[in-house]
DNA sequence: TTGTAGGCGTTATCAC
DNA sequence: GTGATAACGCCTACAA
């Protein structure tokens, strides 16, 4: 391993002046500085991070909770994120936050063990409640996403998802289905609410009654679709519509309508939520809002780097818009 | 910050004391230790990880290389390892190699800056030929998931991707399917080899002439599935069967073949290769070759483990089996 | 502009 | 069984 000792040593000067002419600091004259970045470069130095992380106190890591990485969701905001990380040259940490963020410790691992000097939060339980208060006491900054906590010095990135669900509903009622069904999430989500808060807009606006628009729960899941879908068509025959909480339920839901031998979207028509890579391949083409998934893991990172660097304070609330995709399920 | 000096001075010991009390290390009274280790609990103590990398050498890292972590097939390899991982207490690290993992340096900064312990391999560029010796030289452990080198000293897990290709093909053949396409992956990556010898041991096998069994090129992308299976469509007239070298090629090629208002599989059957989530969800459900993706990640990363604590030696080769797993696509 | 010295928190090697 | 002390590689006052 080559240490800036080495590096001093053939430069024939101290290693402080070695680390200061490595880490662009004030005070080495120029041809030493290039001397130094030179022989630095042909030994293959790196430095040592544990080294620099315990004197410095920083990491160079910032850690990411979301629900489940293995989740399709995800992996435009980990695009997206990375994106930034690379140039900006932090090292992202993932981690699974499963059902809830404050049941484990995976989050005071991620900041003592781990040191991270950041963080960015996806979805998150609404049970969740004290984590935020834990976090800003330890005054480690960090971003959430999916959520829009109107309290002081939090940094929130979401979309406005009761208009996305108003949206997603009237385009089903604009078509003219009178009897329309939403399969929500799970209900401890904050967007689940959200959105069947939108949907349940939507019908009112039409004059529809609460009875003719059921909401029914799954997680998220395109098994959960599968078997709330069965549900729909067993029990409320006359349902010709359907708005899925997300795409991934929108799945399952054609699958048991086509296992039914109806069809999308003349016998049953259907709007998902996200839109996911897949969705424009489904039989048909999937009708969905499109969350600026990528958008949403970039200006995570840009932000909270800006913060890490004192570019910025926190208290940023950002307010992303959505799109109705239009395709051939409704 | 709690630190080991802390809880030496109200326990009355030296920190020495503690680590070796904290680390279950032989010499520490057990009264003694059993005292330094409720202190340590009742005073939140963790221990920081930058100080012990500095001094063992050891980061409690292991970095996981993938060409893409936002492509859905890596997403159960990943849980997989994620299960091992938290059982065990190491840390997993993710990066992308994109296209290839020696034209960007991303392997020698996990392992010169952020000091992995050890390396999961996912894939890789046959033209990759060098990270391996380099690998070998710095005496880092690795394991290549996807890959089987017969070289000593290497851990390989795989499975057989020309019986699979083999099998995925004779169901084609079998139904009675007299030409048949295949569209493969990019002919830069081994498995795509693999999987054109399988394909073409099937057609040989079956007497079927290359001219009516052409194969076909795409990136693993549905995209590529799409163009490709409509170049099928305008150039290979009485193609009633195609194999595509993965499920997400597969679900373009299903949806080109529905545009084409053709019906799957009475006028063409599909059959896919790795079992996506998804594809029980197609129209119609994919038949496909399952490859224990699960499994390759928590195996990657239990032998990893074992060669991290000397329990095991390299030159581990793992073969693990596949499963035709017939739905309705063909 | 450069060198010196101290310390970050932990573990390891000795004495005792 | 316990304590003192020296590293690990780097950064940063401060002194020269």
Redesign the pocket.
């Known amino acids: 391993?080559?240490?800036?000792?080495d590096i001093?040593r053939r430069a024939?000067?101290?290693?402080?002046?070695?680390?200061?002419?490595?880490?662009n600091?004030?005070?080495?004259?120029?041809?030493?500085?290039e001397r130094i970045i030179a022989i630095a470069e042909e030994m293959g130095?790196?430095?040592?991070t544990?080294?620099?992380r315990?004197?410095?106190?920083k990491s160079g890591m910032i850690g990411v909770m979301m629900a489940d990485i293995s989740e399709p969701f995800y992996a435009q905001i980990i695009k997206g994120m990375e994106y930034v990380a690379s140039k900006t040259g932090y090292t992202l940490l993932f981690s699974n936050s499963y059902d809830s963020l404050e049941q484990t410790d995976v989050l005071q691992k991620m900041i003592v063990a781990e040191s991270v000097d950041g963080l960015v939060i996806v979805g998150s339980n609404t049970q969740d409640t004290n984590f935020t208060r834990t976090l800003l006491k330890q005054e480690i900054p960090f971003v959430l996403i999916e959520r829009n906590l109107p309290q002081e010095k939090m940094n929130c990135i979401w979309i406005d998802n009761v208009e996305g669900a108003y949206l997603a509903t009237r385009h089903l009622l604009e078509k003219g289905h009178k009897k329309i069904a939403h399969i929500a999430g799970n209900p401890q989500n904050q967007v689940t609410i959200e959105r069947i808060t939108g949907f349940k807009k939507a019908v009112s606006e039409f004059g529809l009654s609460e009875a003719d628009c059921p909401v029914l729960y799954g997680n998220y899941v395109s098994q959960d679709g599968y078997r709330e879908m069965k549900k729909i068509l067993s029990r409320y025959a006359g349902c010709t519509g359907v708005f899925t909480a997300n795409d991934s339920m929108a799945y399952g839901a054609l699958h048991a309508i086509h296992e039914a031998a109806l069809v999308v979207p003349k016998d049953i028509a259907v709007v998902g939520f996200d839109d996911l890579e897949f969705s424009a391949f489904t039989n048909p083409p999937l009708t969905t809002i499109r969350q600026p998934r990528y958008e949403m893991g970039k200006k995570s990172l840009e932000i909270l780097t800006k913060i890490l660097q004192g570019r910025e304070k926190n208290g940023i609330n950002l307010c992303l818009s959505f799109d109705l995709i239009i395709r051939n399920s409704a």
Do not use: D, E, F
């Open positions: 391993m080559v240490t800036i000792k001093a024939g000067v101290n290693p402080s002046v070695v680390s200061r002419a490595l880490n600091k004030y005070g080495v004259r120029k041809s030493t500085k130095y790196y430095p040592n544990a080294a620099r315990l004197v410095t106190r």
